[in-house]
């Protein structure tokens, strides 16, 4: 059965570090990857999404994720980070084998300090 | 209605005792999905509908755990006979379709059993 891992349980940086969050997933096949995110109090919304072509997608608020077949890895970036993305982040896989299942990561809490 | 509705918001049951969430999901949504979030566990896939497809039911902890989805539109969630492990964050999803549409997501229904 597909799986998620998401490495890091909390990650604390100060505002303007670079964040990097990793994702990996194990299943062989083709897979639709997304990552939501959980600001406090509020519903999860998606972030960004990979189906297919450019492995570099952006998504919304400046983030980004690379897709990397290789390393069945779907990491998310943001160049500089501020106070107000503080939240849960959550890595979620779809297996083409699955029809709409989407199975998510433990989740990453990002604290950031002002 | 405008995004997808939980109720109740918050449940406090006895151990032993029968609970049933519900889920309004985005009207025209085909897809609906039930989830348990848990401190530390990330979110737990439970159940899975499609249409009028027979749903996913891989993701339930055990038979105690039930759902059905009337008419295509309202799933209900039922526990019977709730243990203290059962005490979780429920949350209820809708997309368009499966696969590649992002998931709209509800508040929640946090569940204490007691």
């Known amino acids: 059965a597909q799986s998620v891992s998401q490495h890091n349980h909390h990650v604390i940086l100060s505002e303007a570090a670079s964040l990097e969050l990793g994702c990996n997933y194990s299943?062989?096949?083709?897979?639709?990857l997304f990552w939501y995110v959980q600001y406090p109090g509020q519903h999860l919304q998606l972030l960004l999404k990979y189906f297919s072509g450019d492995p570099l997608v952006k998504g919304i608020k400046g983030f980004e994720a690379e897709f990397i077949k290789s390393k069945f890895s779907f990491n998310l970036r943001k160049p500089s980070v501020q106070w107000s993305d503080t939240a849960e982040y959550f890595c979620?896989?779809?297996?083409?084998?699955?029809?709409?299942?989407?199975?998510f990561g433990q989740g990453t809490e990002l604290s950031v300090k002002p | 209605g405008a995004g997808v509705s939980q109720s109740p918001s918050n449940k406090v049951t006895e151990k032993g005792k029968d609970v049933e969430l519900r889920c309004d999901p985005i009207s025209g949504h085909t897809a609906l999905y039930w989830y348990r979030q848990s401190l530390g566990q990330g979110l737990e896939f439970l159940i899975y509908f499609q249409g009028n497809s027979a749903p996913d039911k891989s993701g339930l902890p055990s038979d105690r755990f039930s759902a059905e989805r009337t008419g295509g539109s309202v799933s209900t969630l039922t526990i019977q006979r709730t243990q203290q492990e059962d005490s979780a964050v429920y949350l209820c999803?809708?997309?368009?379709?499966?696969?590649?549409?992002?998931?709209?997501f509800g508040s929640g229904t946090q569940l204490s059993v007691l």
């Open positions: 999803a809708s997309s368009l379709r499966q696969g590649r549409e992002k998931l709209f």
């Open positions: 299943y062989g096949g083709t897979v639709n």
């Open positions: 979620a896989v779809n297996a083409d084998n699955q029809g709409g299942k989407l199975i």
